[in-house]
């Protein structure tokens, strides 16, 4: 299409159903990620605190590392798209090869990363049964990294299609045998053996290699895909300067989400001082919270996916269309996540407990929570797009100054002092997670504003 076609309509039925056809599965399948987690909670804790405790201690510390590893390779879903969009389809099983490589050097740093990281444990606690549950836990899933990692670029490939069904099966797959897995080697069962609370970690690593080799099988049995995926494990001379397009669009991706995952870890260990009742009601708030990203979330895949193609294809009026679209759907539904969470938070909280002093604390934090929503669904929402448009790098500067600059500092103040305010508690670290993604949405829809006028010029 003509890249001087008129803008157009800011509201699109058939560009919000391709929006939705993209975000719905991507959102059926983030719960049920979640889910699994939920399973190794459960499973883990009906063994003992202790083992539940290392459980919690050990994911805490792989998790941060494989996602933001992992999200290296999540360009490669905008990249395919505007490959397509631009009518180049025949060099996305070439991309995908490289990314192939790549994957293997990512993998090699996750492995080395894991295994250092196993070794501060026993700094970070003095009991020794936690921390051997927690190593156990995390050796136990350095075998994962090959699939952790594959499994991003496998997904990339369909998202690049506007496929997203396959993320949402092989999520149901892992949470269907999540269950079983998790029983079988926390408790044993035959000649296998009772391994506690570290098995959760040995059953991950099954469900991994599982879910990577049911998207591999699935690229070999689609027509449309069965030629990318021999080309993709085809052997031939690797080509850097894709690798380091790949890299520098990607690596940023995996900064940003350290530098978030490890923020709200971090606030939380501000927190933990002032005790159980604290902590128990931040965990209550952080767990709506995250409930209800998983919407954000995946419409930021979504935009980015439809963002790519237009302008792989130059298609000025199409990307207005999903521009306005995509922000109409998000404060929509967002508004409604929030009110409900306001109006229904007794309930939510009843949900997770029934201590009434936790539920009390709980309730007020759950407000900050859903004023929250706002914020961070603007920022998710412009870093989807920025991806969507190849331009990453300010993800990067935009997390390590709203979080690092303005949010922590921002926390253990409200938190902990009377700098400026009376000491607020757990309510403070909600107030500094407004703040900062106010500033991270503000810096990003500024560059977002400059990269759409640089791809389509005014007219």
């Known amino acids: 299409m003509d890249s001087k076609a008129p803008t157009g309509t800011w509201f699109d039925k058939r560009e919000l159903r391709r929006l939705l056809s993209l975000m719905v599965p991507l959102y059926i399948a983030n719960l049920m990620n979640m889910g699994m987690g939920v399973v190794d909670t459960i499973v883990a804790g009906r063994a003992g605190a202790e083992q539940l405790a290392g459980v919690a201690m050990g994911c805490a510390v792989t998790a941060p590392i494989m996602v933001s590893i992992g999200s290296i390779l999540t360009i490669i879903g905008p990249m395919v798209s505007r490959l397509r969009g631009a009518g180049c389809e025949g060099k996305v099983g070439y991309l995908l090869n490289n990314a192939h490589r790549l994957g293997w050097l990512l993998v090699v740093v996750e492995m080395l990363v894991l295994w250092c990281a196993g070794l501060v444990f026993p700094y970070v606690s003095d009991n020794a049964e936690m921390v051997r549950v927690a190593q156990l836990y995390l050796y136990f899933l350095i075998p994962a990294a090959p699939a952790s990692v594959f499994m991003r670029g496998l997904q990339g490939n369909f998202e690049g299609y506007g496929q997203t069904r396959p993320a949402m099966l092989i999520s149901f797959v892992g949470l269907l045998l999540n269950i079983p897995l998790n029983f079988l080697f926390v408790f044993g069962w035959g000649c296998i053996p009772a391994l506690g609370g570290a098995g959760c970690g040995l059953a991950t690593t099954f469900i991994h290699w599982l879910m990577c080799g049911v998207l591999l099988a699935l690229m070999y049995a689609l027509p449309q895909h069965r030629l990318h995926a021999r080309q993709m494990l085809t052997w031939r001379p690797v080509d850097w300067a894709l690798v380091r397009k790949i890299v520098g669009m990607g690596l940023p991706l995996g900064v940003a989400s350290l530098c978030e995952m490890s923020f709200f870890c971090v606030v939380t260990l ?167 993604l106010t500033v991270a949405a503000v810096l990003l829809s500024l560059r977002f504003n400059r990269s759409r006028k640089r791809v389509f010029p005014p007219l």
């Open 270 to 436: 501000v927190i933990a001082p002032l005790g159980a009742l604290a902590v128990s009601a931040q965990q209550v708030a952080i767990n709506v919270s995250a409930l209800v990203f998983m919407f954000p979330l995946s419409l930021s895949v979504a935009v980015s996916i439809r963002a790519a193609y237009h302008v792989g294809a130059g298609n000025r009026r199409g990307f207005y269309a999903m521009l306005g679209t995509g922000a109409g759907l998000m404060y929509c539904v967002v508004t409604l996540l929030a009110l409900g969470t306001i109006l229904f938070r007794r309930d939510i909280i009843a949900l997770y407990t029934e201590d009434a002093a936790i539920a009390e604390l709980a309730q007020f934090l759950l407000v900050l929570c859903a004023l929250y929503q706002y914020s961070d669904c603007t920022q998710c929402f412009m870093a989807g797009l920025l991806r969507g448009l190849h331009d990453t790098k300010v993800i990067t500067w935009a997390c390590m100054i709203s979080y690092w600059l303005v949010g922590f500092p921002l926390a253990c103040i409200l938190i902990r002092t009377d700098w400026l305010l009376p000491a607020m508690g757990p309510a403070g670290a909600w107030v500094s997670f407004v703040v900062a």
